[in-house]
């Protein structure tokens, strides 16, 4: 029996309002949880005041481009692993070589990306002198 229109409609609008619930949620519990300040700057030095704890040394850091990289190398491959458990996990037995060949492209081409990567010095961490600001 298929469900109709107005079934549909709200599987769907329950479906949306779940969704924006679970976007809230962590929004209202921090909010609920956190601390309340009634001051955001620390009286006897001037600076801002982050979770109760004093700041040490300067907040503005500068972080190289290599960090960066290096970041969305990590993130390309953590997708890629949500990817290949799922597909190693649905393919069929009968064709279980086609499948295994097809993983097995996939993984080749992942790793020509990592080499591409390397040859390119993402990897190379070079450390750079900076001077305080003043």
């Known amino acids: 029996m298929k469900p109709d229109f107005a079934t549909e409609v709200v ?3 329950t479906f949306c309002l779940g969704g924006l619930a679970f976007a809230a949620i962590p929004f ?3 909010r609920l949880l956190s601390a309340r300040h009634t001051r955001n ?3 006897r030095t001037g600076q801002a005041i982050e979770c ?3 700041p040490i040394g300067d907040a503005w850091i500068r972080y190289s481009a290599v960090y960066y990289l290096y970041a969305l190398v990590f993130v390309a491959f953590a997708v890629d692993v949500l990817y ?3 597909v190693a996990l649905v393919y069929d037995r009968h064709f279980a070589w086609r499948d295994f060949y ?3 492209l996939f993984v080749a081409i992942l790793s020509l990306v990592i080499v ?3 040859k390119k010095g993402v990897f190379t961490w070079k450390r750079q002198k900076t001077t ?3």
Do not use: T
């Open 11 to 13: 599987y769907l609008f």
């Open 28 to 30: 209202v519990i921090v």
């Open 41 to 43: 700057v620390d009286e």
């Open 52 to 54: 109760g704890i004093e």
């Open 84 to 86: 290949l458990v799922p």
């Open 102 to 104: 097809e993983l097995l």
């Open 116 to 118: 591409y990567a390397w």
């Open 132 to 134: 305080p600001a003043s």
